[in-house]
């Protein structure tokens, strides 16, 4: 199972070549850049723009003010005190150092870190992607790559301008692992590569544990498979996963919390389990040495087991599903309409342009793979690119964020089908029918082709998605409750600025106005789309429901001070119509408790004290 190189990747144009690819990169990055500050401009959106970046930006804001670097506490979000937010310090750091290099340099430090580190992730990411598709399918793949790839990062918006998310760390981190499987000179340092990003992906977020635990079974399966450079490259990513592990384990955590679990955060779970398997794969690649296939499979099989073992009598809690102990409530009235959270064929309903989008050039790939290793003999990097999309497609069918990796992968192989029809189209006796392949080679290739062509063929209507999600969820939907789908504007600086006015309180308010509130306010909330913020969102969800006066109870217990509303919010209409008779339906039908006194009322959000 060994694969050529094309002959470009010889050592003496390898400088020239990287040099090549990467400037390919940034003219991709600079293009991207243009066409997404003028959107930005033209539509005037906010920077950031989504939930997780602009709590990032909270975040890094406390870090800069002076909380410790080993303090996860969000102490303005959730019940007097917050909770401990379970994001890794490792994505704070450099933009935090963005931050202060902008403000030295007299720039506004916030917006150039939300251009510059989006975009700097983008590019190595798509260097990623272009090196991938050379190592795949040669020199020709790369022109398929760069355009494919960038149309693709865009169309999920995972690197847009203002971006502070951590999935496209996790992206990149993933891109450049699968680069590192897929060549086969340079095993050891290979290996190394391969393994510390796999370490980097788990350090940055759980949401990676399945694909990072597939490129595990991956490297074990070329230690078992190949011969003397399988074991170094086996060797190589378990020493290198084992300290990467470590190494961000002792960078992020304090040690005051070295003894503690935590399932959903870098932990020292992590810390044992990821030790044990990675060392114990060094160990048994080491031991493989002069060993069989078959020898190499058992000692494989007898690590697995020593992992199982420990961790079903280590961390039992742990092999649960990642929500298994939330209250039903917040399954009922949050995690469960989570749309990054849901199953992507749970969208076929209501939202085929999104499964489309999202599933088809993965398909497709996997397709490419399987015909192209019929065609030239199955080899090296077919098994490795194969086994990386189907894990990833596989998670995208699980949970639709899946495919952001689903969907960046898939780029390679197609790059590949692409490269080939251009070289038949331009041939010297090339046919019409060449070109035409050509065409539609391009076309299956970008997701936005899908997504669009579903669009046509099943129109999105987002009021009649929000309805067959309200019905869905056990309530008659209704055409008196209004979805603004431009309610975007309740979460803009602009909009927020005047609850400054206000003396700094706890905020009644739904979950997807909590991380807005606390980027452009000073003001606490008590709900946030946080499954750490139990509590506060427990609280938040009776008071919506429940009668008027019982509501009141429970924000008064719960410390709230104020209640702000956004009419236009999904979620708004969402409880609205599961619960008309609650204090939040009451609202939107005009039937405002006098409890409640008016304080602010500027045409995007309206605000009342709680007496």
Known sequence: MTMAIPAEAGNRRTPRVLIGDMAAALACIALYGLLLTASRMLTGLELPADNDSMLRLVMVRDLLNGQGWFDPQLSRMGLEGGFPMHWSRLVDAPIAAIILAGNALGLDGEGAAAIVWPLTLMALALFAVIRAARAYGGEAATLPAAIIGTVTFYSVSIFSIGQFDHHN??????????????????PLR???????????MLAVGMETTHFVAAAGAGA???????????RRFAGGFGLAFAGGLASAFFITVGPAAWGAVACDALSSVHLVLGSLAGIGLAVIAGAGANRTPPARMMLSGALAILLGVAAVTLYPNCLAAPYAGLDPLLHDFWLDHVIEARPALSFLGENVPLVASRLATPLVALGVVVWQARKGGFAHKHFVLGAFLLAATLITVWQVRGSNFAVAIAVVPLATLVAGLRQRATADRAATADTLKMALGWLVSVNLVWGSLASLAFPPAKAAQMRSQVASAGAAPSAAIKVDPNFSECLNAQALDDLNRLSPQTILAVSNL??????????????????????????????????????????????????????????????????????????????????????????????WRIR
């Not at 760390?169 to 340079?186: C, E, M, S």
């Not at 290979?190 to 980097?200: D, I, P, S, W």
């Open 169 to 186: 760390v996790q992206l990149t981190l993933a891109l450049f692992l699968l680069l590192a499987f897929l060549h086969d000179r340079k």
């Open 190 to 200: 290979r290996g190394l590569l391969a393994g510390f990003m796999a370490a980097g």
């Open 220 to 230: 074990v399966l070329v230690f078992v498979l190949e011969g003397a450079g399988g």
């Open 514 to 607: 909590g991380s807005a509130l606390l980027l452009h306010t000073n003001h606490r909330t008590l709900s946030g789309p946080y499954h750490r913020n139990i509590a506060g969102n427990l609280a938040a969800i009776k008071a919506f429901t429940g009668a008027p006066e019982e509501a009141r109870r429970i924000a008064r217990e719960a410390g709230a001070t104020l209640f702000v509303h956004c009419a236009g919010n999904p979620e708004t209409a969402f409880f609205a119509a599961r619960r008309r008779e609650g204090m939040l339906g009451q609202v939107v039908a005009g039937k405002v408790p006098d409890w409640l006194e008016p304080v602010l009322e500027n045409g995007a959000i309206s605000a």
